[in-house]
């Protein structure tokens, strides 16, 4: 047995210089042919989406003038400089990613070591985990916006239980904002939970038992301990959940529709506001070119973050 | 395991499918906006198939607003998809899609047997570009109960209708009593909110295409909405309410005044509808010293330029936007007619006897700002007046900021 293993490793390092040479030829070519559909479909779906809409942000371009497209330069883009109503929404999404995503990070760990906690029965807790992630966000809009509703709305009549006069969510820009924030914590804090809880199901039980016979308490073990090695899984989960955050639409435009006024209008929904009801696509370009390069940023920072950590 | 027979199914199969088109029917698809009683429309529909046998129609419905379908139907007709043939189209909707060549022009009909407005809105530069489906405008819906019982008289000014109301929740001292309706969420409806009472005060908004934005009528019209919530006429949430939140609130009883389109009167006057028989309708108050005004509204059918069935697709809507499809829908879904004639008619008036006084609303009716713009037009205004209503921006400050966006966008 064992000589035989020898003798077939022997062949093979003999036979290497011909034989590596030619496997290694076509290993390559076989990787070219099956990335090929791959990269296809990709250049198809983003490549060129991305490079057009790049194009078609320096044109004037609106469906409702019934002219042509027009080269214009870098208007669409000065134009933005005096648009209140981009740096509102630019605002807003600033804002709604610097509350949720660290919002969402907290209450995703609470809930993964929560999870990871030994129940005798796991799936209730790795269900209720998954039913807010799996839902759609629009639904997740719809169902807050009743919730919050001040006439019809649970919240109201929650708070009404303890004594407390109930308010119109809506009617104001900073309630409407905290119902917005809190919808969207509520909804992605399980896609954080998710990843953490996988991320913490990799760590060793043996590292607490040595920590505990070293006598190390809890708290001490979970920052010396779970954290440090958590460290790569919070960083992808950031990664996603500031990227979908920079493009928030869906929460926010069935809750409040970006009322009251534009207060609670995001980036995202300007684009579409003025790409799908104004039919001003050279404009709508421009606000999309925007939004991709803010979040190719955020996505270049937590890189170099994942690199020096390395 | 004998294959034959599965191949000759095979065959068959595809023999068949390759046949079936020869003798197929032509099939249309139209669009039908949700809120506009498509179960009604269906009958007509079915009337249609039953007398050019050999063609089917089916209906698409989606979104709840006009504005939610004008999104969805942007999305669909800038992607030149073929699949929808007839399109509703909101009466502000014809110039924008004419703009951008979605719909296929009636050349040589004659426009002159609808009412006046109608053969307006639906020519562009023109060319007809779509036929009318209804008429409408806002009217005031009034609980005549309630009026009666406290000796009130239906108001010809808001003024009056703010006594009124006074009057009517004093004695009544029902806290779930709400004195009057109206639309306050940034949907099309608050458009005409703004413009009612603006208009009242003999101002226009444009001309000839030119902004004519007369500032201090505008902030009186806000501050006349406002005043509304401020002193409890309204509920406090109105920047909530949109127009079919009125409707069922209207419905439901809690509401002494609704400012509403036609279709109202015939879910109010349905078997689940607590004001049955207890509704009155009339046009809408003016501001004290000025005239009474309202939007003028109603829908229309155009054929979409994508469509692979033009000629099908055109008698369908001749048909759609005839006089008898008129009638049928204004004594079954009270949609206001188009013809003029049809407003003295006997099977009309015996469904909605309020019809008889319509038609002299609906030809003094406004038309709001006809442009290919007009989805700017409308979001600028629709916002600042939720945000006003909802205490965000001051009435100065939202007249303030329609003036500035206008003028970028009416240049």
Redo the contacts between chains.
């Keep these: 047995m064992t000589t035989q293993t020898i003798a077939t490793s022997d062949r093979i390092e003999k036979a290497q210089p011909g034989w590596v040479k030619l496997l290694d030829m076509s290993d390559r070519a076989l990787a070219v042919l099956l990335l090929t559909p791959a990269a296809v479909l990709l250049t198809l779906i983003i490549v060129y989406p991305v490079l057009r809409l790049g194009y078609t942000s320096f044109f004037s371009l609106s469906?409702?003038?019934?002219l042509p497209a027009e080269f214009v330069g870098f208007e669409n883009y000065q134009l933005m400089f005096t648009d209140p109503v981009f740096w509102e929404t630019t605002w807003n999404t600033v804002l709604i990613t610097l509350i949720t995503v660290p919002g969402a990070l907290i209450v995703g760990m609470a809930l993964a070591l929560l999870a990871n906690l030994p129940f005798g029965v796991q799936w209730p807790v790795r269900l209720s985990l998954l039913i807010p992630w799996a839902l759609p966000l629009s639904f997740a809009g719809l169902i807050f916006a009743w919730f919050f509703?001040?006439?019809y709305g649970v919240v109201n009549d929650v708070l009404a239980r303890f004594g407390i006069e109930g308010v119109?969510w809506?009617?104001?820009?900073n309630l409407a904002f905290a119902a917005i924030c809190l919808t969207i914590i509520w909804k992605t804090s399980s896609f954080m939970a998710l990843i953490i809880l996988a991320g913490l199901q990799t760590i060793p039980r043996s590292l607490y038992e040595a920590a505990d016979v070293d006598g190390a308490g809890r708290i001490r073990q979970f920052f010396e301990i779970t954290l440090p090695l958590l460290k790569p899984a919070i960083v992808v989960a950031l990664i996603f959940r500031t990227i979908t955050a920079l493009q928030t639409f869906d929460i926010p435009y069935m809750m409040t529709?970006?009322?009251?006024?534009?207060?609670t209008s995001t980036l995202a929904m300007y684009i579409h506001?003025n790409t799908?009801?104004?039919?001003d696509l050279g404009y709508g370009s421009a606000l999309a070119v925007v939004m991709f390069a803010l979040s190719m940023c955020v996505t270049a920072v937590y890189l170099r973050i994942i690199r020096t950590k390395e | 395991m004998n294959i034959k027979p599965i191949v000759g199914a095979l065959l068959s199969a595809t023999v068949l499918g390759i046949s079936a088109p020869a003798f197929a029917d032509t099939e249309l698809k139209v669009y039908i906006s949700s809120q506009h009683q498509p179960q009604v429309w269906r009958k007509v529909l079915d009337q249609f198939e039953a007398a050019n046998p050999g063609t089917k129609v089916t209906i698409e419905t989606g979104g709840n607003t006009s504005e939610a379908q004008a999104q969805y139907l942007n999305t669909i007709m800038s992607a030149k998809d073929s699949s929808l043939d007839v399109l509703i189209l909101d009466v502000i909707r014809p110039a924008q899609f004419a703009a951008a060549g979605w719909t296929s022009p009636f050349a040589g009909k004659d426009m002159s047997v609808y009412l006046p407005a109608y053969a307006e809105a639906n020519t562009v530069d023109g060319k007809v570009v779509a036929l009318p489906a209804f008429a409408d405008s806002m009217f005031l819906y009034y609980r005549k109960d309630l009026l009666e019982k406290h000796g009130v008289q239906p108001p010809k000014t808001w003024d009056e209708l703010k006594a009124a109301v006074k009057k009517i929740n004093g004695a009544e001292n029902n806290p779930d009593l709400q004195g009057l309706s109206f639309q306050g969420k940034a949907i099309e409806g608050a458009v005409c909110t703004f413009l009612l009472p603006y208009w009242s005060q003999g101002k226009n908004l444009v001309d000839n295409g030119k902004l004519t934005f007369d500032k201090d009528a505008a902030v009186k019209s806000l501050k006349l909405w406002k005043s509304f919530v401020d002193e409890g006429v309204s509920k406090k949430n109105i920047a909530e309410v949109a127009t079919d939140d009125t409707r069922k609130e209207f419905q439901a009883g809690n509401v002494v005044f609704a400012v509403n389109w036609s279709y109202a009167w015939a879910q109010s006057q349905s078997k689940d509808s607590a004001v049955a028989g207890k509704v009155g309708v009339t046009r809408l108050p003016a501001v004290t010293g000025g005239e009474s005004a309202t939007c003028l509204g109603g829908w229309e059918w155009g054929v979409s330029s994508y469509s692979k069935n033009q000629d099908a697709a055109k008698k369908l809507v001749e048909y759609l936007s005839s006089k008898d499809a008129s009638k049928y829908m204004a004594a079954n879904g009270s949609l206001l007619p188009t013809y003029a004639s049809l407003y003295q008619d006997e099977d009309v008036l015996k469904a909605a006897p309020w019809f008889a006084d319509a038609k002299q609303v609906v030809e003094t009716a406004k038309p709001r700002p006809v442009t290919p713009r007009y989805n700017e037009v409308s979001e600028v205004i629709r916002t600042t007046v939720n945000a006003v209503l909802a205490g965000v921006t001051t009435p100065e400050d939202g007249a303030a900021q329609i003036e500035a966006r206008l003028r970028r966008i009416l240049r």
């Design positions: 469906l409702t003038s019934g509703h001040s006439e119109i809506f009617n104001s820009p529709g970006g009322g009251p006024g534009t207060s506001q799908v009801s104004f039919l």
